[in-house]
């Protein structure tokens, strides 16, 4: 069982690369515009709000210089390059999706261990209170010890338990957030603002 685990893991961590569309991968893709995804780096990994919007400003004249007809000379090349953003685009989506599945993956199989070890430690703690009655054990550095756990409340019908256990709660408040939007859309509320005019990039 722990060998066929091993085997998973690895066929998990060799997974064939991310090839997309253009038959590229992801890394041929970073290669081909490395001084655009150096400027995403910097944008993402930089504390410093200066150097931030330098690689911003960077990526997007990068941006302008590739992919817009009246720079470039070929507009067979500025076609190519525009599907080749986009492929970067999924690409990195793609890699998300994938690492999340991998995370759950391992989530799985952590769980599985830790179901292992349970069982484990059950069995050793049921044989020690019904065939031997030890409450401790040792090794040459590792110790069994049956300890008492403390007492554990089981409600079995709260409905019949008598008022005087209850502890009266106060009311939360909960923002409205989608009456808050409309009465922004008429008039300034204090304490917050409705952003209008708002775009979004879609890629397809």
């Excluded at 690689?55 to 000379?73: H, M, N, P, Q, W």
């Excluded at 040459?140 to 019908?157: A, M, W």
């Excluded at 009456?179 to 304490?191: D, E, F, I």
């Amino acid at each position: 069982m722990a060998t066929k685990t091993v085997k998973q893991s690895e066929q998990s961590a060799n997974e064939m690369p991310i090839v997309l569309q253009s038959g590229l991968t992801i890394d041929d893709l970073t290669r081909e515009m490395a001084p655009f995804m150096a400027s995403v780096t910097e944008q993402i990994e930089s504390e410093d709000p200066a150097m931030q919007e330098t690689a911003t400003l960077f990526a997007r004249e990068y941006i302008g210089s590739v992919i817009d007809d009246r720079k470039v000379e070929k507009k067979g090349d500025v076609l190519a390059v525009r599907d080749r953003l986009a492929e970067l685009y999924f690409a990195y989506l793609h890699l998300a999706e994938r690492i999340r599945k991998a995370v759950q993956q391992a989530e799985t199989m952590a769980r599985r261990q830790e179901r292992f070890a349970e069982i484990i430690r059950s069995n050793i703690e049921a044989w020690m209170l019904t065939s031997w009655d030890a409450k401790k054990i040792t090794g040459h550095y590792r110790e069994f010890r049956i300890s008492k756990n403390p007492n554990k409340l089981t409600v079995l019908d709260e409905k019949q338990i008598p008022e005087e256990f209850f502890d009266e709660v106060p009311a939360t408040k909960v923002l409205n957030k989608t009456r808050l939007a409309q009465a922004l859309s008429s008039g300034p509320v204090p304490g917050a603002i409705l952003e209008t005019n708002r775009t979004r990039l879609d890629i397809r």
